[in-house]
């Protein structure tokens, strides 16, 4: 698959190659969604249908699916720096898939980055709350301040997660984007410590509760209870 994808056009496209469907893909049998992810291209979502005065008893309760904002990389998709995934190869999240459940999202590509890029880390063994409240830096491996744009797309991913109704996140440890375990230090020499990375600092400090895929597990368990 070529990994060349910096546009809404070429994301759709990837989804679908990678085996996924966009909100609006249905399957051919029997006219069911199939697959369905709701995918990042900068679209708000379709309103809900109103249903007609007394077509349902006033006291049924309409259950609400909790959705969950995920990297685009753990979905299979080549957008990380290096054109590379880092595909989550679980039945858990192709059974998620599978309900359309899943808001696929790069908050570095709906920030214009294209695929491959420069690598980029958090200056100064800091973190995305920290870039986020103007106190650190994001800079590419060539000494490019990219901060500005890091931060677009941690807001985009926010975007998207409230539009679609996120409660959880499922997002790539290490990225200076979507890290939430472990992020790079700055210096470019692969030393790691604790911290968050933009989005996944930005989403928890708007209460959408952030996990990477070696917390699968627990996600699932919160899945589970709350629906």
């Known amino acids: ?3 060349r994808i910096a546009c809404a056009a070429g994301y759709r496209a990837a989804l679908r190659s990678a085996g996924w469907r966009t909100r609006a893909s249905v399957s051919e049998e029997a006219g069911r969604p199939r697959r369905s992810v709701e995918a990042v291209t ?3 979502p379709a309103a809900p249908r109103t249903a007609r005065s007394g077509s349902q008893p006033a006291n049924r309760r309409i259950h609400i699916m909790n959705k969950i904002l995920v990297s685009a990389c753990l979905a299979g998709l080549p957008v990380r720096y290096d054109g590379s995934s880092k595909t989550v190869e679980d039945a858990l999240l192709h059974t998620w898939r599978d309900e359309g459940r899943l808001v696929v999202v790069c908050p570095e590509l709906a920030a ?14 800091r973190g ?3 870039v986020l409240a103007g106190a650190a830096s994001i800079w590419d491996d060539t000494g490019a301040d990219v901060t ?6 941690a807001h985009h991913a926010l975007r998207q997660a409230i539009a679609h109704g996120c409660r959880y996140a499922l997002l790539a440890n290490g990225s200076p984007s979507c890290g939430s375990g472990f992020i790079y230090d700055g210096t ?7 911290g968050s990375g ?3 600092a930005l989403l928890e400090q708007h209460g959408i509760r952030v996990f990477a895929p070696s917390k699968l597990k627990a996600l699932a368990s919160l ?3 709350d629906g």
């Open 223 to 225: 899945i589970e209870r």
């Open 198 to 200: 933009v989005a996944a």
């Open 112 to 125: 214009g980055f294209g695929t491959p890029r420069r690598p980029a880390e958090i200056r100064l063994h």
């Open 1 to 3: 698959m070529e990994a």
């Open 128 to 130: 995305g709350g920290d």
């Open 188 to 194: 470019f020499s692969g030393n790691r410590h604790d």
């Open 148 to 153: 500005a744009r890091f931060i677009d797309g």
């Open 42 to 44: 900068g679209e708000s």
